[in-house]
């Protein structure tokens, strides 16, 4: 039977300074990166993921790429580099599903990443995946349901016992963050914007302001 996970909040960027701005605050389970954020980082993924490391984050996806033997080549060399902060992205396709299987096999923590479908997520969980990551915001963009999508990954998983952990990704906005978790994904990734904007409603502002103005009152009083 799936064990019950806390919920996860992962970041989805290569940008070390912001995620260390905001791993200090204890609520950073992981980092999901990919090549395109690590472009934009315009920085060397190998010191990205050890300068994450050095930071003690314990998991950090990192993509590979190329046909399964190449996945499976750099991904075993990642995993040796860096050890258990160690998570192979590899993408749903035939080769990243080989790769997958024998990464996993070995030991090795993998995310099957470019989910789109339930189906794919069940091929993804019987490679041995320890994470499947829907794509929310780009099926929404395809003018399907993206949490609907997640719903019917958890739904098959609960009904078959099966352990691998749904990871969501390209998230857009904090309201799909809430009901993300409420039908069940174990982790969430998302931008720092995304994260950032959990911290805020307009009743906590105008509250906090009621108490400073009340506080400030009785100390001058």
């Given amino acids: 039977m799936k064990i019950p996970t806390n919920?996860?909040?992962?970041?989805?960027?290569?940008?070390?300074?912001?995620?260390?701005?905001?791993?200090s605050s204890g609520l950073?389970?992981?980092?999901?990166?990919?090549?395109?954020?690590?472009?934009?980082?315009?920085?060397?993924?190998?010191?990205?993921?050890?300068?994450l490391k050095d930071l003690g984050l314990q998991d950090i996806s990192m993509?590979?790429?190329?046909?399964?033997?190449?996945?499976?080549?750099?991904?075993?060399?990642?995993?040796?580099?860096?050890?258990?902060?160690?998570t192979v992205k590899v993408p749903c396709s035939v080769d990243g599903l080989k790769a997958?299987?024998?990464l996993s096999n070995a030991g090795i923590r993998v995310n099957v990443t470019l989910i789109f479908s339930q189906v794919q997520a069940i091929l993804a969980a019987k490679a041995g995946a320890k994470y499947v990551s829907p794509?929310?915001?780009?099926?929404?963009?395809?003018?399907?349901?993206?949490?609907?999508?997640?719903?019917d990954?958890?739904?098959?998983?609960?009904?078959?016992?099966?352990?691998t952990e749904v990871l969501a990704a390209s998230i857009r906005n904090v309201r799909d963050v809430g009901r993300l978790f409420e039908h069940g994904s174990d982790?969430?990734?998302?931008?720092?914007?995304?994260?950032?904007?959990?911290?805020?409603?307009?009743l906590t502002d105008k509250g906090l302001e009621l108490f400073q103005a009340d506080w400030e009152s009785v100390q001058s009083s």
């Fill in 100 to 102: 997958c299987k024998e």
């Fill in 153 to 163: 990954i958890v739904k098959v998983f609960k009904e078959h016992f099966v352990t």
């Fill in 7 to 23: 919920m996860k909040i992962f970041l989805d960027t290569a940008d070390t300074s912001i995620i260390t701005k905001h791993f």
């Fill in 63 to 86: 993509e590979v790429v190329g046909d399964a033997d190449e996945m499976i080549k750099e991904g075993g060399g990642l995993a040796l580099t860096f050890g258990k902060c160690c």
């Fill in 187 to 202: 982790i969430v990734t998302m931008p720092p914007a995304v994260f950032e904007k959990m911290y805020n409603h307009i």
């Fill in 28 to 51: 950073i389970d992981g980092v999901t990166t990919n090549p395109t954020l690590i472009k934009k980082s315009g920085r060397d993924p190998l010191e990205v993921y050890q300068e």
């Fill in 135 to 151: 794509f929310v915001g780009r099926v929404d963009d395809n003018s399907f349901g993206g949490i609907c999508l997640v719903k």
